[in-house]
């Protein structure tokens, strides 16, 4: 019997095999915890991280919305960071979740923010 959780890892290895992030155009890697959602561009060449958001930050924790809502500010964030170090370009790597929900959200608010991918 395979959990969700095994299932998961096997995704979001399969993924990780065929995508990987430069200093040009890093990955934003997505994780997606019960409460809170967390992304972080990675330069998989460097191995460094290059800027991070998450639910938690003091300015999206403030906001009573929903968990998508959040996810969509998140995006908003991570892209404000992104053009504050000059990237355009990124991979999304949606971490072996679904590309629905907050997965979506995140990626639609960096989209907006001015990412693209």
Known sequence: MVTKAQRREKIKFRVRKKISGTAARPRLSVFR???DIY???IDD???KTLASASSKDKDIAAQ???KSEKGKLVGA???RKATELGLKDVIFDRGGYLYH???KAVADGAREGGLNF
């Open 77 to 79: 964030a991570i892209a």
């Open 45 to 47: 060449d460097g191995s």
């Open 33 to 35: 915890s019960n409460t």
């Open 64 to 66: 009573k919305v929903t």
């Open 39 to 41: 992304v972080q561009l």
């Open 101 to 103: 929900g907050r997965v």
